[in-house]
């Protein structure tokens, strides 16, 4: 029989963010460059699901996932409040979304980086926040030496904009209210994963006393 010990940790709560969160986090890996799927962590068993095929050539232009142990709630949707004016914004009930830049080809998500945010792009699908943080790899040999999301090239900015305004849109369908508000900057990406961990605690309680 296998200990407890040995079992698998959930993606989502079983992972800790790292000892160095918010400034370097640890990032669950969900899908990378070459996937023409669109794989998810099912929340109630922590394995990867296919989340539905990509049915375009808009593929995610970096590894992306989410941050263990952050959920975007109220603090997360009273940050994107108090930046754009909104008062009708809810947070989507989910992890922190996170892009990593690499040089390096990561072949396959369900893997563990750890990243360096510098930035993220404020986004909202309806009325919720969906915020898109954007980190770098750590030690990477290209992008490891970016600090803020300003020297990130404006084309790769560009390129993760369109993915994230079109990546649901489908064909026949009512067109979905997606919008990006802003691109900021590492300060404010800290704060936001500051406030989803604190969101995170407050409902689903400390995870060293769980």
Known sequence: MRTTNELQAHPWHGIAPGDGAPEIVNVFVEIVPTDTVKYEVDKVSGHLKLDRPQKFS????????????TWCRERVAKIAMDATGRTEIIGDGDPIDICVLTER??????????????????????????????????????????RDIHDVPKPLIDRLRHYFLTYKQM??????????????????????????LEDYRESFGDPQTR
Not at 58 to 69: K, V
Not at 119 to 128: A, Q, V
């Open 171 to 196: 064909p026949g369908e009512p067109a979905r209210t997606v919008r990006i508000a802003e691109v900021y900057d590492r300060v404010e990406a800290v704060e936001v994963i500051r406030r989803s």
């Open 58 to 69: 808009n593929l995610c232009p970096t590894a992306y996932g989410f941050i263990p142990r």
């Open 105 to 146: 080809t990561i072949n396959h998500g369900g893997i563990i980086v750890r990243a360096r945010p510098i930035g993220g792009l404020r986004m909202f699908d309806n009325r919720e926040a969906d915020d898109k943080l954007v980190a770098v790899l750590v030690d990477d040999p290209a992008y490891g030496a970016f």
